[in-house]
């Protein structure tokens, strides 16, 4: 059974519109991460958390908002989507800082 | 600044023939690493990873890798290459973040085909 699952799978959304991504996990972690991939290209970190109700701004933290509700949910928002933020985001979780992390099956965005 | 390179964007291997990756990272620390692979339209799934210790690691389906401190690598390889390993490789170090945890800088992948 998936330790990791992230819903919706795919979204079109359309620009200045608000879109949330969740991510949902069963592993126990207390980190959870999200990060983007363009086409071709390896991920960068946009936010992670390590504690419920808390969340810490990654590499590319503009445009993008995080919440932490539960240690198992982790939740991406855009407030104002925008063309550039066309990419598949991946959620991931880890035992502690330094751990592998596990990745969720990742969820293509389109903003048109 | 810290980041990994992954020289070798694109590889082609013959099925049964022997693989290596080339993975450099540059970090001050020491480094935890990491191999990940991607299979088309799904996450990235580990292979093995390296905690400070033996330099040679074994991961899943007969892949392995070899830490060198002096040369800044983590080169991946394995002795005989199968037509199921057609996917994209990421390297990835673990570098100290603020408030005492840590994350993950990946390299561009090296996407690899095998040739019958």
């Known amino acids: 059974e998936a330790a990791v699952t992230q819903s919706p799978r795919s979204k079109v959304a359309v620009t200045g519109g608000k879109v949330t991504l969740s991510c949902h996990q069963t592993n126990n972690h207390d980190y959870m991460y999200w990060y983007r991939q363009d086409t071709g290209h390896g991920l960068r970190l946009i936010h992670y958390?390590?504690?419920?109700?808390?969340?810490e701004k990654g590499d590319i933290p503009d445009g993008y908002k995080a919440s932490r509700p539960s240690q198992e949910n982790f939740s991406l928002i855009l407030e104002l989507a925008s063309l550039s933020q066309t990419a598949v985001y991946f959620c991931?979780?880890?035992?502690?800082?330094?751990?592998?992390?596990?990745f969720g099956p990742g969820t293509r965005l389109t903003v048109l | 600044a810290q980041s990994v390179t992954q020289p070798d964007a694109r590889v082609t291997v013959s099925e049964g023939a022997s693989l290596q990756l080339r993975c450099k990272y540059s970090y001050f620390g020491t480094p935890y690493l990491f191999w990940y692979v991607q299979y088309p339209r799904q996450g990235l799934q580990l292979l093995l990873k390296?905690?400070?210790?033996?330099?040679v690691v074994q991961g899943v389906n007969g892949f392995e890798a070899e830490f060198s401190k002096s040369n800044s690598s983590f080169h991946l390889r394995k002795a005989s290459v199968h037509w199921s390993d057609w996917a994209v490789y990421f390297c990835?170090?673990?570098?100290?973040?603020?408030?005492?945890?840590?994350?993950?800088?990946f390299g561009e992948g090296t996407k690899l085909t095998v040739s019958s």
């Open positions: 390296y905690y400070p210790g033996d330099p």
């Open positions: 958390s390590y504690v419920a109700d808390s969340t």
């Open positions: 991931a979780s880890s035992l502690w800082g330094y751990a592998e992390q596990f």
């Open positions: 990835a170090v673990s570098i100290e973040n603020q408030g005492g945890s840590a994350k993950l800088i």
